[in-house]
C-alpha cells in the first residue's frame, strides 16, 4: 500500500485549549476496492488500511463511497423499462445480503476500529433498511463511539435519504460532515452543511474523471473548508467473474482498471495538498491547517458576510419522512388475528 504523505509535521494530539495558535489535523483518505460481495473480508481489508493509517499518525480517516457492501458498477441488475430480468433480481438478493444494517453488528465492529486505532472514521456503506437500500455514510470518533448517519439524498438504485441525516458533527478535530458523489453537484445541499458550519468536508465518491477534481476545488473555495475526496481504485478482477457479476456491453479484460480513484484533499485556498492518485489502491494523506479557514473566510464567507438573506434563502426540512405514520403503538399490531379455543 502506497503513502503519499504531506511535508508537514506529524501531530499526535490535538490540543483546543487557550492556545490561539490553530491546531493541525493529519487526515488520510484511502483509495482502495472492496471485496465484492463478502461483507465481512471487506471489514477485514478496512481495519488492515485503518491500521496502516493509524501508523502513519492519522487522526481522521476517509473510505470511498460504498466501501462496504459495494459499488455495483458495470451492473444493471437486469432493468429495462417495464421489466426486471430473473437473473437482475438474483444480482439484488446477493447485494441485499450483502448490505449492512445501522444500527448492526458491522457498525459495532467499525465503531471498535475507530476506538482500537483512536482516529476519526468516516466510512462509505450500503445500509440496509428492510428491503430497500441506502448508500449511506458512517461517521466515528477516536472513542470508538457511533456519532451518526449520513443517507444519500440522491440516488441511483438505492433509497432516497431526507433532511433528517445531513449532520455536520463538532469534534475536537473540527466540524466533520459528508456529501457523497453527485450530491456534491447539488448547491442547496452544500449550501446546508456550509451553514451548519462544515470545516472539515469529506466528499466519498465514484467518479474517478479528471473533471471531479474541478468540482471539489470548487467547494473548498466556495465552502472555505478542507475538502478530503475518497475514491476506489478497481479493476475488473475485484469484481466476481462473469456469469456471477456481468458488466453491461462489452465484458472488460480482468485487469482492466474500471475505476482509477482521483483521491484528493484540498484546502480552504483551494490549494491540492495531496493526491489526486490514479497510480493504484493508495493511502493519501495530509496535515490541515485549520487556521487556514478563518484566514481565508475573511475574504469569503458564502454563508456569513457574503450571504444576502434579504435576496436569497434556503429551507431545509430536516425532519424524518416516513411513508406511514401510527398514530398510536397499538395500531401498529390491531391488524393481527387472535385465535381463540
Same mark, same amino acid.
Given at each position: *500500500?502506497?503513502?503519499v504523505p504531506s511535508s508537514s509535521p506529524l501531530i499526535a494530539e490535538v490540543d483546543m485549549g487557550t492556545d490561539y495558535s490553530a491546531p493541525t489535523v493529519r487526515a488520510t483518505v484511502v483509495q482502495a476496492s472492496t $471485496?465484492?460481495?463478502?461483507?465481512p473480508a471487506t471489514l477485514d481489508k478496512a481495519e488492515r488500511l485503518l491500521a496502516e493509517a493509524a501508523g502513519y499518525g492519522a487522526q481522521l480517516v476517509v473510505f470511498p463511497e460504498a466501501f462496504v457492501g459495494g459499488y455495483p458498477r458495470g451492473s444493471n441488475f437486469g432493468v429495462v423499462m417495464g421489466n426486471r430480468t430473473a437473473k437482475g433480481k438474483e444480482d439484488f438478493r446477493k447485494y441485499h445480503a450483502a448490505a449492512i444494517d445501522v444500527p448492526g453488528p458491522e457498525v459495532?465492529?467499525?465503531?471498535? *476500529?475507530a476506538g482500537k486505532y483512536k482516529v476519526f472514521l468516516v466510512m462509505g456503506v450500503i445500509e440496509r433498511d428492510g428491503y430497500t437500500l441506502y448508500c449511506t455514510v458512517l461517521f466515528f470518533d477516536s472513542q470508538g463511539c457511533y456519532l451518526g448517519k449520513h443517507r444519500k439524498i440522491g440516488?441511483? +438504485?438505492?433509497?432516497?435519504?431526507?433532511? =433528517?441525516?445531513? &449532520? $455536520?458533527?463538532?469534534t475536537p478535530i473540527g466540524k466533520i460532515g459528508a456529501a457523497i458523489c453527485w450530491e456534491n453537484k447539488m448547491p442547496l445541499l452544500r449550501t446546508a452543511m456550509y451553514a451548519k458550519g462544515i470545516e472539515i468536508y469529506c466528499? &466519498?465518491?465514484?467518479? =474517478?474523471?479528471?473533471?471531479?477534481?474541478?468540482? *471539489?476545488?470548487h467547494i473548498a473555495l466556495e465552502g472555505g473548508c478542507f475538502v478530503l475526496s475518497a475514491n476506489q481504485f478497481c479493476r475488473r478482477k475485484d469484481y466476481p467473474p462473469p456469469p456471477e457479476?456481468?458488466?453491461a456491453g462489452e465484458e472488460p479484460? &480482468?485487469? =482492466? $482498471?474500471v475505476c482509477a480513484g482521483g483521491s484528493v484533499i484540498i484546502s480552504p485556498s483551494g490549494t491540492v495538498l495531496a493526491g489526486p492518485n490514479y497510480d493504484g489502491e493508495a493511502l493519501i494523506s495530509a496535515?490541515?491547517?485549520?487556521?487556514? +479557514?478563518?484566514r481565508e473566510k475573511f475574504g469569503f464567507d458564502v454563508v456569513g458576510h457574503f450571504s444576502r438573506p434579504e435576496v436569497l434563502s434556503l429551507i431545509v426540512r430536516d425532519h424524518p419522512a416516513t411513508p406511514v405514520t401510527f398514530t398510536s403503538a397499538s395500531a401498529k399490531t390491531d391488524h393481527k388475528v387472535s385465535h381463540k379455543p
Amino acid at each position: *500500500m502506497a503513502l503519499v504523505p504531506s511535508s508537514s509535521p506529524l501531530i499526535a494530539e490535538v490540543d483546543m485549549g487557550t492556545d490561539y495558535s490553530a491546531p493541525t489535523v493529519r487526515a488520510t483518505v484511502v483509495q482502495a476496492s472492496t $471485496v465484492f460481495y463478502d461483507t465481512p473480508a471487506t471489514l477485514d481489508k478496512a481495519e488492515r488500511l485503518l491500521a496502516e493509517a493509524a501508523g502513519y499518525g492519522a487522526q481522521l480517516v476517509v473510505f470511498p463511497e460504498a466501501f462496504v457492501g459495494g459499488y455495483p458498477r458495470g451492473s444493471n441488475f437486469g432493468v429495462v423499462m417495464g421489466n426486471r430480468t430473473a437473473k437482475g433480481k438474483e444480482d439484488f438478493r446477493k447485494y441485499h445480503a450483502a448490505a449492512i444494517d445501522v444500527p448492526g453488528p458491522e457498525v459495532d465492529r467499525l465503531a471498535a *476500529m475507530a476506538g482500537k486505532y483512536k482516529v476519526f472514521l468516516v466510512m462509505g456503506v450500503i445500509e440496509r433498511d428492510g428491503y430497500t437500500l441506502y448508500c449511506t455514510v458512517l461517521f466515528f470518533d477516536s472513542q470508538g463511539c457511533y456519532l451518526g448517519k449520513h443517507r444519500k439524498i440522491g440516488a441511483a +438504485i438505492w433509497g432516497f435519504g431526507d433532511g =433528517s441525516t445531513i &449532520p $455536520v458533527f463538532e469534534t475536537p478535530i473540527g466540524k466533520i460532515g459528508a456529501a457523497i458523489c453527485w450530491e456534491n453537484k447539488m448547491p442547496l445541499l452544500r449550501t446546508a452543511m456550509y451553514a451548519k458550519g462544515i470545516e472539515i468536508y469529506c466528499a &466519498p465518491t465514484a467518479d =474517478s474523471r479528471d473533471l471531479w477534481q474541478a468540482s *471539489m476545488t470548487h467547494i473548498a473555495l466556495e465552502g472555505g473548508c478542507f475538502v478530503l475526496s475518497a475514491n476506489q481504485f478497481c479493476r475488473r478482477k475485484d469484481y466476481p467473474p462473469p456469469p456471477e457479476y456481468a458488466f453491461a456491453g462489452e465484458e472488460p479484460a &480482468p485487469d =482492466s $482498471v474500471v475505476c482509477a480513484g482521483g483521491s484528493v484533499i484540498i484546502s480552504p485556498s483551494g490549494t491540492v495538498l495531496a493526491g489526486p492518485n490514479y497510480d493504484g489502491e493508495a493511502l493519501i494523506s495530509a496535515d490541515l491547517d485549520l487556521g487556514e +479557514i478563518a484566514r481565508e473566510k475573511f475574504g469569503f464567507d458564502v454563508v456569513g458576510h457574503f450571504s444576502r438573506p434579504e435576496v436569497l434563502s434556503l429551507i431545509v426540512r430536516d425532519h424524518p419522512a416516513t411513508p406511514v405514520t401510527f398514530t398510536s403503538a397499538s395500531a401498529k399490531t390491531d391488524h393481527k388475528v387472535s385465535h381463540k379455543p
